[in-house]
């Protein structure tokens, strides 16, 4: 019995699901205060701030979606790095000066030494800011949509970080699904490969291509309300399992796109990265900007529609997944 309860004192991380303490990891007063009190909070990525939209799209973007988690009752906590700091939930200031055109880099996990060292600023993708959520005790991540197997990336070995990432780490990712310019095939198999538990929102096991409602494959399971969302996370995390969970909830109706018409204009777009010479993650945000044009903005109509609905969903979860364990007595 001493000898747990000194061991409890000692490493009280390895004990508690309270927030690790980092030198490089700034969190916001009222995230940190979330955490503490045991208050729902939900993690925002910000690539999309960085690269994902034109400015000021990004901006009116990114605060209406924290806005959207705020009204269902958690906290958002937006992470990016900002000179050099690690930043777990952004003032409107921070915001601002990520959203309007600058030199700030895309971060996955093998970019915050050099990123941190060279005081540097950029949004963290989805990998990076599954990294981050971890280690201040964040469960619950919403993102537009996440990256995968690129086209051909059976010759290419062009596979996005972000699957890994999920595989390490036991949060709830809410996205639309896989971005529709990926493989979404090859996608879904290296996701059992990592051992992601992948589940399509609604009432089918229909899984989303991001823009259109349904890809034309199916997720091996489906919830279709936010508790029962929050228990397939709550039992992930009483098993320790170590991976994660990926939501796919599709874009509502009214903005999902034809799949005829989207594959038709990602097929130009990835033609015309190629023919630029456009490889590696410089891809997505080119072929995302070309896209905008093709369609005559309804692609970011739709991404911005997408994004919105996925803060409603996670932040909804996230609050039914505190209540789960606010009211776990073991």
């Not at 929102?201 to 259109?212: Q, V």
Request: hydrophobic share 40%.
């Amino acid at each position: 019995m001493f000898r747990s309860r000194f061991l409890r004192a000692k490493f009280p991380s390895k004990w508690s699901s309270r927030p690790m303490s980092s030198r490089v990891i700034d969190v916001s007063n009222d995230v940190r205060s979330a955490l503490s009190d045991k208050k729902p909070v939900v993690a925002l990525e910000s690539t999309i701030i960085t690269h994902g939209m034109p400015y000021p799209d990004n901006l009116k973007t990114a605060m209406a979606v924290e806005s959207v988690v705020r009204e269902q009752g958690a906290v958002p906590a937006t992470i990016a790095v900002v000179k050099g700091r690690v930043k777990v939930g952004l003032s409107s200031d921070e915001l601002e000066a990520l959203a309007r055109p600058s030199k700030a880099v895309k971060i996955s996990r093998r970019d915050f030494p050099y990123v941190l060292s060279h005081k540097m600023d950029g949004g963290t993708t989805v990998s990076g800011t599954l990294m981050v959520a971890n280690s201040v005790g964040i469960k619950v991540f919403v993102t537009g949509g996440v990256g995968g197997v690129h086209r051909y990336g059976e010759k290419t070995l062009d596979i996005s970080a972000d699957l890994v990432e999920m595989g390490r780490h036991p949060i709830m990712v809410v996205s639309s699904g896989i971005k529709s310019i990926l493989d979404i095939e090859r996608t879904l198999e290296y996701l059992e490969t990592q051992g992601v538990c992948v589940i399509s929102y609604g009432p089918s096991k229909n899984f989303p291509a991001f823009y259109c409602e349904e890809s034309g494959f199916l997720a091996p399971y489906h919830v279709a309300e936010p508790s029962e969302a929050a228990n397939v996370l709550f039992q992930s995390t009483q098993l320790g399992i170590g991976s994660g969970i990926l939501l796919a909830v599709p874009v509502p109706k009214p903005f999902s796109i034809d799949r005829e018409i989207m594959d038709t204009a990602i097929n130009l777009a990835l033609s015309e990265a190629e023919k630029a010479g456009i490889h590696g993650k410089e891809v997505t945000p080119f072929v995302l900007e070309r896209m905008n044009r093709i369609t005559d903005g309804k692609s970011l109509e739709t991404n911005i529609a997408l994004i919105k609905n996925n803060a409603l969903v996670g932040a909804q979860i996230a609050v039914a997944y505190q209540q789960i364990l606010n009211g776990d007595k073991r």
